[in-house]
């Protein structure tokens, strides 16, 4: 079972070896006074490195809020959050961009890739902007898990939605960070592409020993992971461990029901 690593109050980290992301009371509002909204609610969550987190719960219960302020793309209103050992609250934005740029991946619905690039110019785009050279053995260990080897040097309009997430995916991988976070990363594929690059993301943790953190409305996505997070109205109200889809739809039909009757 996972566990949440006793804190270091003198480092800010978990444990000997540390979470691969937390966060610490943090509360995400909007507005002000009568208008305000709480996105989140006094959250704590540690993310155990090495492993695939999904995180789930109804529309509007702040699972897009939380990945967010744990990647660093938006500011808390109370609380704290920890990228490995670094407390990114209050970060300057130099700083942040600098550590989101080394430490952290993302993987959005949308593939955002360049349609003038091949796949291989795709993939190490963020590298070649910042100025760095791809650990070449690692890229080829990349590709080659996410099976795109025939493809690097064909563009995004000559590949299959599936193929260009798997794009996508290498590219996050390519610089192998700390931590991917992964936003409904299969939301605009069909069913037997977007199981393609869940088996790619769940290999990586497997093989790579890659740390994922993923947000899902999908039980069938959310199975792929080793642990689910669920949220509601901008809490953290249960987790998951070894979920299967039949227990997490469950699961989700339970919020559906409390919804209705409160």
Known sequence: MVTTPAVDETTGAGGPSGAAARADGVTKAYGAGDTQVLALDQVSVSIERGAFTAIMGPSGSGKSTLM????????????????????????????????????????????????????AENITLPMDIAGTKPDQEWLDTVVNTVGLSGRLSHRPNQLSGGQQQRVAVARALASRPAII??????????????????????????????TIVMVTHDPVAAAYADRIVFLADGRIVDEMIDPTADKVLDRMRGFDAQGRTS
């Open 181 to 210: 976070f992964g936003d409904e990363p299969t939301g605009n594929l069909d069913s037997r592409a977007g199981a393609e690059v869940l088996q790619f993301l769940r290999k990586s943790v497997d093989d790579l020993g890659q």
């Open 68 to 119: 967010h302020c744990l990647a660093g793309l938006d500011s808390v209103t109370s609380g704290k959050v920890w990228v490995g050992d670094t407390e990114i609250t209050g970060l300057k934005e130099k700083n942040l961009t600098k550590l989101r740029r080394d430490s952290i991946g993302f993987i959005f619905q949308a593939f955002n890739l360049l349609p003038t690039l091949t796949a």
